[in-house]
């Protein structure tokens, strides 16, 4: 048998590209051992596979993974980028802050992307949001410690930094809809030509484009991960007592809260409180929290 890496999954098959990255892909099905474990290969599986009489393979076994995302459904990814447009439409931080806490969950290490710069310096308006400019937004969360990078795919600024971050990585793109990641992708990868839609102006928003997930090889080494697009994400596989540990700069105060299931809202002795009282924790990072948690306490009484 022989050793591969799922780059897409469409319809039932799976194309394996072998680990000689020469190799053209084999198109693949999973042994129906799979199916009655309840396991479903993902894109980004290292996995064994042998050739079949009729040209095409089939999956043996699937290598054991680092990391796994269950939306969008990924193996192995390491590095998270998250892309948000600095306008058209509009920086959306409570939207970042969601995607944040799932790939904080998952383990993954993630950096920020803001695109259209070029866009936002032709409206000649540094606002993002209604409470911040580019600058502000950008120290926000490198303050917390995220890397945040500014783009531009019309006139290349910031592509290079990019380039550089994802050196040898597997990386997921996902993010805010309507960012333009098809054009970055397009930029990133040559060759590249992954369809792209304009911004509906009645919604607000761009209409998704990408219809599976699938890993696209970097030159130099490293795949990208593009991934369909999605504009809500739940908190079904998170408790309430979890959700502190998934904001960066919370971690180290919860940790000296007087009751170990503190939620940081009243109670005594809280240290996540004394921090904001501080400064040390941003207010709007503090208030999308808290919009969790409702949101996590309702879905509770749901179901």
Sequence with gaps: MAVGLIVKALSGYYYVQPEELNGATVQCRARGIFKKKGISPLVGDR??????????GMVDEIMPRSTELIRPPIANVNLAVLLFSTTEPSLNLQLLDKFLVHTERAGLESIIVLTKLDLLAESHDTAVTDDLNLIQAKQLYENIGYKVIITSSKTGEGLEEVRTALYDRISVFSGQS?????????????????????????????????????LFPMEGGGFIADTPGFSQLDFLHLEPEELSAC??????????????????????????????EQGKIASSRYEHYLSFLIEMKERKRRY
Excluded at 47 to 56: A, F, H, K, P, S
Excluded at 196 to 204: A, P, Q, R, V
């Design 247 to 276: 904001f960066a700069e919370m971690r180290g105060y919860s940790a000296g809260c007087k009751f170990r299931s503190c939620l940081h809202q009243h109670e005594p002795d809280c240290m996540v409180l004394s921090a904001l």
């Design 47 to 56: 996995v064994l596979y042998e050739r079949t009489e009729n040209g095409e």
């Design 178 to 214: 309507g960012v333009g990641k098809s054009s970055l992708l397009n930029e990133l990868v040559p060759g590249l030509k992954l369809e792209t839609n304009i911004i509906s102006m009645k919604l607000g928003r761009g209409k998704h484009t990408t219809r599976h997930v699938e």
